[in-house]
T-cell receptor, first 114, second 112 residues
Framework: DTAVSQTPKYLVTQMGNDKSIKCEQN?????MYWYKQDSKKFLKIMFS???????INETVPNRFSPKSPDKAHLNLHINSLELGDSAVYFC?????????????FGEGSWLTVV | GQQLNQSPQSMFIQEGEDVSMNCTSS?????WLWYKQEPGEGPVLLIA?????ELTSNGRLTAQFGITRKDSFLNISASIPSDVGIYFC????????????FGKGTSLLVTP
């Protein structure tokens, strides 16, 4: 009964590879996000989708391409992986009409690029 | 996005002690939230604050939304070992798709 689930939890890959992280939420939320947490634990927004439409796109290399096939899913595809892409990537979701637009996070995907 | 100033960066305390951490911003927010992250997990919401001056409790946790809307604090009373983790403040502007702006976190260690 996980609310926001993302796969894989751990991913080790070589530089130059292309990889995807999948995210699904069963909360009925309209808005989904991708956050990146660096080695110093700082959490920073990457993307936000509302009802499958991109509404936030922070300064992220275009090697990162989010895809939202429906409002319950937001996947993250990364091309030509670089060492600096190593981080924890968190998917999150929220309901815009809920009080304070509270955001709920998945458990994270630990990406290591070698 | 706005970066929040969260302090202290880390705390090492004994079980039973009270803990206080705070967050400030140069911009106002409509909502302040406090999250806790344990090792290997995602951030989990502890308390959400929606109005300036609001004081809200959740068990041993108490948080307040500053009157100026530019700050918030979180207190933990009578700490226990399972309080260990990283506590993040986050500010948010209302509206669809407004993402959270996070503080850098306060790492809390509690010794028995």
């Amino acid at each position: 009964d996980t609310a926001v689930s993302q796969t894989p939890k751990y991913l080790v890959t070589q530089m130059g590879n292309d990889k995807s992280i999948k995210c699904e939420q069963n909360l009925g939320h309209d808005t989904m996000y991708w956050y990146k947490q660096d080695s110093k634990k700082f959490l920073k927004i990457m993307f936000s989708y509302n009802n499958k439409e991109l509404i936030i796109n922070e300064t992220v290399p275009n090697r990162f391409s989010p895809k939202s096939p429906d409002k319950a899913h937001l996947n993250l595809h990364i091309n030509s992986l670089e060492l600096g892409d190593s981080a924890v990537y968190f998917c999150a979701s929220s309901h815009p009409t809920g009080p304070g637009n509270t955001i709920y996070f998945g458990e994270g995907s630990w990406l290591t690029v070698v | 996005g706005q970066q929040l100033n969260q302090s202290p960066q880390s705390m090492f305390i004994q079980e039973g002690e009270d803990v206080s951490m705070n967050c400030t911003s140069s911009s106002i927010f409509n909502t302040w939230l406090w999250y806790k992250q344990e090792p290997g997990e995602g951030p989990v919401l502890l308390i959400a604050l929606y109005k300036a001056g609001e004081l809200t409790s959740n068990g041993r946790l108490t948080a307040q939304f500053g009157i100026t809307r530019k700050d918030s604090f979180l207190n933990i009373s009578a700490s226990i070992p399972s309080d260990v983790g990283i506590y993040f403040c986050a500010g948010q502007l209302s509206g669809s798709g407004y993402a959270l702006n996070f503080g850098k976190g306060t790492s809390l260690l509690v010794t028995p």
